[in-house]
């Protein structure tokens, strides 16, 4: 498969595997290592979870499946996430759902992270979502200690706006490797609010998160929904998908910005036709067939 260089020591695969409804899928250990395996031979090779996953659980499940063959490590980048607090029971002192970007949560969650994960090092941590009482400095300080005691290779962001993008960056001894944001045939805020433009700027591929626009496009009896389904179908029928999801995940492969979607799915089949998109290639005017679609009008 195809990968992407975030650093000079850091590619991904171009697909990522999502854990995010890891729990949902009701496996058991040797069923969710089956399932890494089976992303590993398709050329998978790197998995998104984050602490809050599952009700704090997803990071464990994922640990107790690798714990039972640990050498699949080596051939793994795992990214996690940190710094949103939910109401949850696991969490009986949260007050309040909020976020923490404080020196002292971002450590302590980094090495709860290794912990339930069974490893000694995260290959990439994000921030989940901006904090409006974030001091750039101290989590430049926690993002050192990480560093310098080989818990955490690389640091990025998820959800970040380009003014607090740059406004963390500028803090920090070295670049944010990656931006996860929602990117889809229906979600273009991205592409409106200068986040796809930053990271062509900055040359990091970003990770797009919900890349199936959340399934309503495969249901979603709105105007919006519908019409760019029978937009999507038509084109599977041009380029000889098998499905119009896989339409959805070349619409953003084609893009220049080297958009890495996330596949959220327990079920190998739609992992299998996430990584086929790779062979399609859709032309400029069906690129914007789709984008018009969505927009619902033409280009200016």
């Not at 089976?38 to 090779?45: K, W």
């Not at 990271?199 to 495969?218: D, T």
């Not at 220049?256 to 996430?274: C, H, L, T």
């Amino acid at each position: 498969m195809e990968r992407v260089q975030l650093k000079e020591d850091l590619q991904f695969s171009r697909i990522i595997h999502g854990l995010w409804r890891l729990a949902d899928w009701k496996q058991s250990d040797q069923e969710t290592l089956a399932l890494l395996e089976q992303c590993l031979e398709l050329g998978i090779t790197t998995f998104d979870n984050a602490d809050i996953y599952g009700d704090y659980s997803c990071e464990e499940l994922f640990g107790k499946a690798l714990a039972l063959k640990p050498e699949l490590r080596e051939k793994m980048e795992l990214v996690t996430k940190c710094d949103i607090k939910l109401l949850s029971d696991q969490r009986p002192e949260h007050g309040i759902k909020h976020y923490d970007t404080s020196k002292k949560h971002i450590i302590w969650s980094a090495e709860n992270s290794l912990k339930k994960l069974g490893v000694d090092n995260i290959d990439v941590l994000l921030i989940h979502r901006p904090d409006p009482l974030m001091d750039p400095a101290e989590v430049a300080e926690a993002f050192r200690q990480l560093k310098q005691e080989g818990k955490v290779k690389h640091f990025g962001v998820s959800n970040f706006l380009p003014s607090q993008f740059d406004m963390l960056s500028s803090y920090l001894d070295e670049p944010l490797v990656t931006n996860q944001i929602e990117i889809s045939v229906t979600h273009l805020e991205e592409f409106h609010n200068g986040s796809i433009d930053k990271c062509l700027e900055k040359r990091i591929a970003p990770m797009a998160w919900s890349p199936l626009a959340g399934g309503r496009i495969f249901s979603g009896d709105d105007e919006k929904s519908t019409r760019v389904r029978q937009t999507l179908e038509k084109i599977a029928g041009e380029v000889g998908a098998a499905s119009i999801d896989q339409v959805m995940y070349a619409w953003l492969l084609r893009h220049p910005a080297n958009i890495m979607p996330i596949v959220g799915s327990g079920k190998i089949e739609r992992v299998k036709s996430a990584v086929e998109a790779l062979n399609i290639n859709l032309t400029r005017e069906q690129w914007f067939d789709i984008w018009t679609s969505s927009l619902g009008h033409e280009v200016a």
